[in-house]
C-alpha cells in the first residue's frame, strides 16, 4: 500500500523553520542539562536520601545505562513509525519521570526514575537531529542548524553544574528534577505545533532482531565500563562483560547484513567519513567528560568552592562550546570537516597538555584556569559540530534518526568512557601517591586512597598530611590531562587521514529513500 505523497521542508516557511529549530533547541538543552545537573546535588541526596555511595553512583549511571543501551532502537523506531510522535512521547515521558523522580523519599525508587528518564531521552535525541536534516535539505543550512544544536547540547552540559548550585542554595534536592520539567513541556507543546511528520516509507518490516541485539550490545558494554573501575578492569566480570560484548556486536553485524530491512546498514561503517567522524565524537565526549569531572573535583575539594561556585567557575567551556558550535557549522562545508575537526582535537590536546603542565592549588583563576577552558570549549565546539553534520550527512535524511542515534551512541559511550577511565588513571596514580607519602604512617592510607573528600578529611588541619593530599592529587591530575592529552593528538592524526576534506559527498553505496512528510496546517 503506497504511503502518503511527498512533501518536503523547503516548502515551509522560514518562521516555520525556525519554530521547529526552538522545539529541537529546548528538547536538546533539558536533556543535555539532566547529563550533569544531578551531579552537583549528590551530596545533598546522599544526606536527604541516605544514600551510599553504590546509590549514588546508580542514580547517575542507570540514566546513562538505559540511554546508551536504547538509544539506537529509538532512532530506528522514529524514522520507521515518525519523528513527531516520537519526540512528542519522549519529552512528555521524560517530563513525568522527571517529577516522579523528585518526589520520592528513598535511593531505589530515585534510581528506577532516572532510568525512566534515560528510556525517554533515547527517544528524544536522536529524533533532535532527525528533524534538523528533515526539515534543512540544502547543506550549509543543515549545517548551520546543526551547529546550533551543538551549541545548545554543549551550553546545557556545562550549564547543569551552575543551575544544580543556584537551585540548592535556595530549594530541596528535587528541586534539580523539576527545573527540566518546564523546557521539556515546552518543547512538547511546540513539537505539537509545529514540528512536521516524517518518517521513512521504504521500510516495509520492522527489523526486530537488530533492536534486540543492538539493546542487549550497547547495553552490556555499556554496564562493563560502569562497573569497570569498581570491579577492576582485570577482573573476571569485567573481561566477560567486554568479551560478550564483543560477540554481541558481532553477532549484530551478521544480523544486519542478513536483514532484508536493516535497522542499520553496517556497511556505512567501512565509509570512513562515517566512522572517522564518530570516532572524533566519541573523543569529544571522552574528553569532555573526563575533564569536568577532574576539574568538579579539584574546585570543590582541592579549592574549597561551593557547588553554585564551582559551577559558575565552568561556565567559560559553556561560552566557548557554543560560540565553537555555530562556527564550526559554519565553516565545515566551506573548508571541509576535515580542517575544522583536527583543529578542534589540536585545540583540546593543547588546552590539556597546558593543564598539566601548570595545575597548581593556587593556579590563577582568571589569567591561567580561564583561558584553558576556552581554548578546551573552542575544541570541542570546532570537533563535535562538524563532525555530527559529517553522520548526517553521509545518509539520507530518511534513515536520519539511525544516523543521529549512531551519534548519541557514540556520545553517550564516549561520556561513560572519559569519567570510567579517566577517573580510573585519576585514582591509581592518586592511590599510589598517597600511600607512599605520610599517610603511610597513620594507618589510613587505603582509606584515603579511595576516596579524595576522605584523604582530604583525614588531613585535617595537619599541614604535612594536606600537603601530601595535595600533591598526590596534582600528581593524578597531571597524568589524567596527558592521557587525554595524547589521545587527542592521536585522534587528530588519524582524522588527517580520515575525516571527509572540502569535496564531500554523501556516500552514494547509500541510495536515497522518499520520505514521508505531513505538515499541519
Given at each position: 500500500m503506497r504511503l502518503s505523497p511527498l512533501v518536503t521542508s523547503p516548502t515551509?516557511?522560514?518562521?516555520?523553520?525556525?519554530?521547529?529549530?526552538?522545539?529541537?533547541y529546548v528538547a536538546t538543552l533539558a536533556i543535555n542539562l539532566d547529563v550533569t545537573i544531578v551531579n552537583v546535588a549528590l551530596p545533598t541526596i546522599a544526606k536527604e536520601l541516605d544514600a551510599g555511595t553504590r546509590g549514588l553512583q546508580w542514580v547517575v549511571d542507570g540514566y546513562n545505562l538505559a540511554f546508551a543501551a536504547l538509544v539506537l532502537a529509538a532512532g530506528s523506531l522514529s524514522d520507521r513509525y515518525g519523528r513527531r510522535p516520537a519526540l512528542i512521547l519522549g519529552?512528555?515521558?521524560?517530563?513525568?519521570?522527571?517529577?516522579?523522580?523528585?518526589?520520592?523519599?528513598?535511593?531505589?525508587?530515585?534510581?528506577?526514575?532516572?532510568?525512566?528518564?534515560?528510556?525517554?531521552?533515547?527517544?528524544?535525541?536522536?529524533?533532535?537531529?532527525?528533524?534538523?536534516?528533515?526539515?534543512?535539505?540544502?547543506?550549509?543550512?543543515?549545517?548551520?542548524?546543526?551547529?546550533?544544536?551543538?551549541?545548545?547540547?554543549?551550553?546545557?552540559?556545562?550549564?547543569?553544574?551552575?543551575?544544580?548550585?543556584?537551585?540548592?542554595?535556595?530549594?530541596?534536592?528535587?528541586?534539580?528534577?523539576?527545573?527540566?520539567?518546564?523546557?521539556?513541556?515546552?518543547?512538547?507543546?511546540?513539537?505539537?505545533?509545529?514540528?512536521p511528520e516524517s518518517r521513512e516509507s521504504s521500510v516495509l518490516r520492522l527489523d526486530r532482531r537488530g533492536l534486540m541485539v543492538s539493546i542487549g550490545f550497547l547495553g552490556l558494554l555499556t554496564y562493563t565500563v560502569i562497573e569497570g573501575p569498581e570491579r577492576g578492569w582485570h577482573s573476571m566480570a569485567t573481561l566477560l562483560g567486554l568479551a560478550g560484548s564483543a560477540v554481541l556486536l558481532v553477532v549484530f553485524v551478521f544480523v544486519?547484513?542478513?536483514?532484508?530491512?536493516?535497522?542499520?546498514?553496517?556497511?556505512?561503517?567501512?565509509?570512513?567519513?562515517?566512522?572517522?567522524?564518530?570516532?572524533?565524537?566519541?573523543?569529544?565526549?571522552?574528553?569532555?567528560?573526563?575533564?569536568?569531572?577532574?576539574?568538579?573535583?579539584?574546585?570543590?575539594?582541592?579549592?574549597?568552592?561551593?557547588?553554585?561556585?564551582?559551577?559558575?567557575?565552568?561556565?567559560?567551556?559553556?561560552i566557548a562550546i557554543a560560540i565553537a558550535s555555530v562556527a564550526g557549522g559554519a565553516l565545515a562545508p566551506r573548508i571541509g570537516t576535515k580542517a575544522v575537526v583536527v583543529s578542534g582535537l589540536v585545540s583540546f590536546g593543547t588546552a590539556m597538555a597546558w593543564i598539566a603542565g601548570s595545575i597548581e592549588v593556587d593556579t590563577a583563576y582568571w589569567s591561567t584556569i580561564v583561558p584553558q577552558m576556552v581554548l578546551m570549549g573552542l575544541g570541542i565546539g570546532l570537533i563535535s559540530t562538524p563532525a555530527t553534520e559529517s553522520i548526517m550527512l553521509v545518509l539520507p535524511p530518511t534513515r536520519a534518526g539511525v544516523g543521529s542515534a549512531v551519534n548519541?551512541?557514540?556520545?553517550?559511550?564516549?561520556?561513560?568512557?572519559?569519567?570510567?577511565?579517566?577517573?580510573?588513571?585519576?585514582s591509581s596514580v592518586f592511590g599510589a601517591s598517597l600511600r607512599d607519602g605520610p599517610f603511610a604512617a597513620t594507618g589510613h592510607a587505603n582509606e584515603a586512597a579511595d576516596s579524595v573528600p576522605?584523604?582530604?578529611?583525614?588531613?585535617?588541619?595537619?599541614?604535612?598530611?594536606?600537603?601530601?593530599?595535595?600533591?598526590?592529587?596534582?600528581?593524578?591530575?597531571?597524568?589524567?590531562?596527558?592521557?587525554?592529552?595524547?589521545?587527542?593528538?592521536?585522534?587528530?592524526?588519524?582524522?588527517?587521514?580520515?575525516?571527509?576534506g572540502r569535496r564531500f559527498h554523501a556516500n552514494a553505496s547509500v541510495a536515497p529513500q522518499e520520505a514521508v512528510l505531513s505538515p499541519r496546517t
Open positions: 515551509l516557511t522560514w518562521g516555520r523553520k525556525a519554530g521547529i529549530l526552538a522545539a529541537v519529552l512528555l515521558g521524560f517530563a513525568a519521570a522527571s517529577i516522579a523522580g523528585a518526589l520520592v523519599d528513598d535511593t531505589g525508587a530515585l534510581i528506577v526514575a532516572r532510568f525512566g528518564m534515560g528510556v525517554f531521552a533515547a527517544l528524544i535525541f536522536p529524533t533532535t537531529l532527525s528533524v534538523i536534516s528533515n526539515t534543512f535539505r540544502d547543506r550549509r543550512q543543515r549545517a548551520a542548524a546543526i551547529g546550533g544544536w551543538g551549541a545548545v547540547v554543549g551550553v546545557g552540559v556545562a550549564s547543569g553544574p551552575v543551575t544544580s548550585g543556584l537551585l540548592l542554595e535556595h530549594f530541596y534536592w528535587g528541586s534539580v528534577l523539576l527545573a527540566l520539567v518546564p523546557p521539556a513541556l515546552l518543547a512538547a507543546l511546540l513539537a505539537f505545533l509545529l514540528v544486519e547484513r542478513a536483514a532484508e530491512h536493516p535497522m542499520l546498514d553496517v556497511r556505512l561503517f567501512t565509509d570512513r567519513r562515517f566512522s572517522a567522524a564518530s570516532a572524533s565524537v566519541a573523543v569529544a565526549f571522552f574528553a569532555l567528560a573526563g575533564f569536568i569531572f577532574l576539574i568538579t573535583l579539584y574546585f570543590q575539594v582541592v579549592r574549597e568552592f561551593s557547588p553554585l561556585s564551582t559551577g559558575a567557575r565552568i561556565l567559560p567551556v559553556a548519541d551512541a557514540t556520545r553517550e559511550l564516549g561520556s561513560t568512557l572519559g569519567v570510567a577511565v579517566i577517573g580510573s588513571v585519576f576522605v584523604a582530604f578529611g583525614f588531613a585535617g588541619a595537619d599541614r604535612t598530611l594536606l600537603t601530601a593530599v595535595q600533591n598526590s592529587f596534582l600528581d593524578g591530575l597531571t597524568i589524567a590531562c596527558i592521557v587525554v592529552s595524547a589521545l587527542c593528538y592521536a585522534a587528530a592524526l588519524a582524522g588527517l587521514l580520515a575525516l571527509p
